[in-house]
């Protein structure tokens, strides 16, 4: 009862319990891990977001290879699965992104519901992706606008309102050098344009970049970096000695919005929020070649997403999950979501609140308008380490 305690929602604290995981009629016991509320806006939600950490009281324990699990309540989405169906689209892209399968949650024997447990970003998750963890790795959240400040390292190291960093260093923390952040930042907005893509290029992973962008665009991800200051991790790769953009946090996608903004028809080429200065994405997008670069991924992205496979394996995820979903009572206590909406969140195109419309629908709506939007292009061959 003490997590749940509205005195206690804005706190971290792991609390000891015993995981109990069961898959196909078998279950392991791993004693003695921490449990806590994690989230920012999702711990006010009545189904709340959970994460475990398999090695808090017991240093260098892992469960399957991992040492946390993210058990999200996905409450926004009334089909439970737009952050999955995302991360398998970026994952068969060659995207850096997290591992994410569904879970029923039972909290002391009593059913939470129905959970999609996310791989958390860590060093293990370094390891996996780039095969080093030894480099500077930045949780950014809101406003994390990549603006610059001065060249002193330590003015980057901004706090906001709840005492959590903007740009939130979560490795190395005893060190606490925020001196490639502060550089990259410099270089990136105080290059000249002409000059930029050589001299950021030394520093960072622009075509990476530019492909999770036309990722996040495809999938209308607007609580990103481009369009909300918001939701991204940096890396410093020591094998390459560039900054790698890492996306996060996806469940305001395939037709989810709270700005009255069709994603679905959004003109790609101008996507970004102008009511921000967000130099990364506005000023790589103002040099043609990167803007063709970015053209390009957004074609190939679109290929994968229009494809019968994708729609195929939306209704794989439906079908897997109809049961579950249908028990779960916690999805309607934030906005009375009900299992016709859990349905409907798949393929209807009647709005449900802030759902404008369905996965599927929403699908065929973007791939259509960002094949208008292209137009003819011509990339250059893109060459990448």
Not at 193 to 222: P, R
Not at 260 to 285: C, F, H, K, M
Request: net charge negative; hydrophobic share 35%; aromatic share 12%.
């Amino acid at each position: 009862a003490l997590i749940l305690d509205s005195a206690n929602l804005g706190s971290d604290h792991e609390y000891p319990a015993d995981m109990i995981f069961t898959r196909n009629g078998i279950s392991d016991t791993v004693a003695n891990v921490g449990f806590r509320l994690r989230g920012n806006t999702s711990r006010q939600a009545a189904k709340k977001s959970f994460k475990v950490s398999i090695n808090t009281f017991t240093s260098g324990r892992r469960y399957q290879g991992v040492k946390d699990l993210n058990l999200n309540g996905e409450h926004n989405d009334p089909s439970i699965s737009r952050s999955r169906i995302c991360w398998e689209l970026g994952a068969a892209e060659g995207i850096p992104v997290s591992r994410a399968g569904h879970t029923e949650l039972y909290v002391n024997g009593d059913y939470k519901g129905l959970y999609i447990n996310i791989e958390h970003i860590n060093n293990d998750w370094l390891s996996l992706r780039f095969g080093n963890n030894t480099g500077n790795l930045y949780k950014c959240t809101w406003p994390a606008n990549l603006n610059y400040i001065s060249n002193n390292p330590n003015d980057y190291k901004l706090i906001v309102g709840n005492g959590r960093r903007v740009y939130e260093l979560k490795t190395n923390e005893t060190v606490d050098d925020y001196s490639g952040l502060a550089n990259f930042i410099d270089v990136l907005n105080n290059t000249p344009l002409a000059q930029l893509a050589c001299e950021l290029d030394a520093i960072f992973n622009i075509e990476g970049y530019l492909e999770a962008l036309a990722f996040e665009v495809t999938t209308g991800h607007w609580d990103n970096y481009s369009f909300n200051n918001n939701n991204y991790y940096l890396y410093e790769n020591q094998a390459t000695g560039k900054i790698e953009y890492i996306p996060y946090d996806i469940d305001n996608s395939l037709g989810v919005d709270w700005f009255n903004i069709d994603w679905a028809t959004r003109n790609v080429l101008n996507w970004g929020n102008q009511g921000y200065n967000l130099p990364l994405s506005e000023r790589l997008l103002a040099i043609p070649e990167l803007n063709e670069i970015y053209k390009f991924y957004l074609a190939e992205i679109t290929q994968r997403f229009a494809a019968a496979a994708f729609a195929n394996n939306v209704d794989s995820i439906y079908n897997q999950i109809k049961t579950y979903a249908e028990a779960d009572t916690f999805k309607s206590l934030d906005y009375g979501f009900t299992n016709l909406d859990f349905k409907n969140s798949f393929d209807s195109t009647q709005a449900q609140l802030h759902v404008k419309k369905g996965i599927k629908t929403y699908q065929a709506q973007r791939a259509v308008a960002t094949t208008n939007q292209l137009g003819t292009f011509n990339t250059a061959p893109i060459i990448r380490y």
